[in-house]
């Protein structure tokens, strides 16, 4: 458990960029959120940041065409990456956020840190895979939050939560799976807590 308690109810919306040259200077620590276009993204990082409409969330799938920042602290920036995997969008707009996105997870020093969310209900599909597998060869710990939890019993969920824990395996890396909810608030506190020891090497001496 880091010793650091960051405060992510002061995060504020830094920049949105179409592809890496727009970023912000390549520095500090950023953690990379990143999902299929309906896992709930958006609604995760308002929950985090107890902010309803810090990052925008859609009924409409799949809205998140850009690379979005938001800094908690300075040099700690939380990202919001385009949704993956949602058909109902022209192709040549799909490869362009495939392009955009495999282009910042690739040469993006700063980047530490991935949460990756997937609805518990359909956890692991194969872009799912994909983004984990690229995460663990590139060395980068990951945290699985199964998202919507509240839509499932308490014994369905723990049943999720343990298929996805044992079907991980095979990926080996560091990474950590967790049921979340922002509706009900579940998980939230783990979430923190994980982004706070990613952030941690910032404010060690």
């Not at 458990?1 to 920049?15: D, G, V």
């Not at 960029?17 to 990379?32: F, R, T, V």
């Not at 969310?117 to 060869?137: G, N, S, T």
């Amino acid at each position: 458990m880091s010793e650091i308690k960051l405060n992510y109810h002061k995060t504020r919306f830094l920049t949105s960029a179409a592809n890496i040259s727009q970023l912000p200077e390549d520095s500090g620590i950023e953690i990379a959120f990143a999902g299929r276009s309906n896992a709930g993204k958006s609604t995760a990082l308002n929950a985090l940041t107890n902010q309803k409409s810090l990052a925008r969330t859609s009924k409409t799938p799949g809205r998140t065409q850009l690379i979005n920042l938001f800094e908690t602290e300075t040099q700690c920036k939380l990202v919001d990456l385009p949704g993956y995997g949602y058909a109902a969008v022209p192709e040549q707009m799909k490869l362009q956020w495939q392009k955009s996105l495999a282009e910042y997870l690739h040469k993006r020093q700063c980047l530490r840190g991935l949460v990756v969310l997937m609805d518990i209900r359909h956890p692991l599909k194969d872009l799912d895979q994909q983004m984990i597998e690229w995460a663990v060869d590139s060395g980068l710990p990951i945290l699985l939050l199964l998202t919507k939890a509240d839509k499932l019993s308490q014994s369905a969920r723990s049943k999720q939560v343990k298929m996805v824990r044992e079907a991980i395996l095979p990926f080996g890396g560091d990474i950590q799976v967790e049921p979340f909810s922002a509706q009900n608030r579940i998980g939230i506190n783990r979430l923190a807590d994980k982004l706070d020891t990613w952030f941690a090497p910032l404010f060690e001496a």
